[in-house]
């Protein structure tokens, strides 16, 4: 059984920095496409960033890119989002995802959410401005 875990969110202030963790169990973590996704009231989920086999392939949202950076750590069946430069429009429930087989590019999962198998319980960033 896949599962995942995030953790990490809090309470920061605007230009503050986070990083989330996602811990995954029950898949080939070397073989898999994990990404974050984020859902702010009001607003559909969102793809943040994604990545694929390890880190041979990343994908950032245009409004986060050079802001955060994804990337994993296979001892440890974990992928983190460090989260920096922090903005109020960066609040959202943050969300771990995955796949049990790869068939798109890591692009396409990031742009898709519906076509995430299986999702953690999201843990909440608030940046205060």
């Known amino acids: 059984e896949v599962q995942l875990v995030e953790s990490g969110g809090g309470l920061v202030q605007a230009g503050g920095s986070l990083r989330l963790s996602c811990a995954a169990s029950g898949l080939a973590f070397n073989d898999s496409a994990i990404g974050w996704f984020r859902q702010a009231p009001g607003k559909e989920r969102e793809g943040v960033s994604c990545?694929?086999?390890?880190?041979?392939?990343?994908y950032y949202a245009g409004s986060v890119r050079d802001r955060f950076t994804i990337s994993s750590d296979n001892s440890k069946n974990t992928v983190y989002l460090q989260m920096n430069s922090l903005k109020p429009e960066d609040t959202a429930v943050y969300y771990c995802a995955t796949v049990d087989h790869i068939y798109y590019s890591t692009n396409y999962y990031c742009r898709n959410p519906n076509a995430m198998k299986f999702w953690g319980k999201g843990t909440l960033v608030t940046v205060s401005s």
């Open positions: 990545i694929k086999n390890g880190g041979t392939s990343t």
